[in-house]
Each structure stands twice: as structure tokens, then as C-alpha cells.
């Protein structure tokens, strides 16, 4: 069963910097690889998010200055995620 849910940003970013204090790998080795993936792919849910949002400011611009700031603001963005995607930690 493959089903998504919807979560409230806010919940989201409250379960990551919950989860980025824990240290259960110091505490249970085995689950390194489940807990390591579980905050990976929450983080990387998170900048798509906000590389979407980039994205769709771009398209909302007012005026040419905003619409290059956006664009600036949506490179730098979608550099985290490419940089994130490369630097899997497991």
C-alpha cells in the first residue's frame, strides 16, 4: 500500500528538528539506515517545497527586478536540492 498523506508544514518541520536531535544511532546501530533515510527524505520533501514556492514567485512577479530576485532566490534553491541529492548520507 503506497499511499500519500498530507501533513501541515508546520508538523513537518517540528519532525525534523525533533528527529535531528535524537540520537539513535548511538543508540540502537541497526536502525541508522531506517532513521538516516526517514530524516533525508524529509528534509529533501521540504526543499522541493520551497523549490516549488520559488518557482511559483518567478511566475508571480510583479515586475522584471522581482521576477529576477525570484529567480536568483529559486537557483539557489534548487542548488540545496541538487547538493543534497548528491551528499546522501547513507
Do not use: G
Not at 539513535?24 to 546501530?29: A, G
Amino acid at each position: 500500500m503506497n499511499k500519500n498523506v498530507m501533513i501541515p508544514l508546520f508538523l513537518v518541520d517540528q519532525i525534523i528538528d525533533l528527529l535531528k536531535h535524537w540520537d539513535i544511532p548511538s543508540y540502537c546501530p541497526e536502525l541508522r539506515y531506517d532513521y538516516e533515510n526517514v530524516v533525508w527524505t524529509l528534509v529533501a520533501e521540504r526543499q522541493k517545497l520551497k523549490l516549488r514556492e520559488a518557482h511559483a514567485k518567478i511566475a508571480h512577479a510583479d515586475n522584471p527586478q522581482a521576477r529576477d530576485e525570484a529567480y536568483i532566490f529559486y537557483r539557489q534553491q534548487k542548488r540545496l536540492l541538487d547538493e543534497a541529492n548528491e551528499n546522501i548520507p547513507f
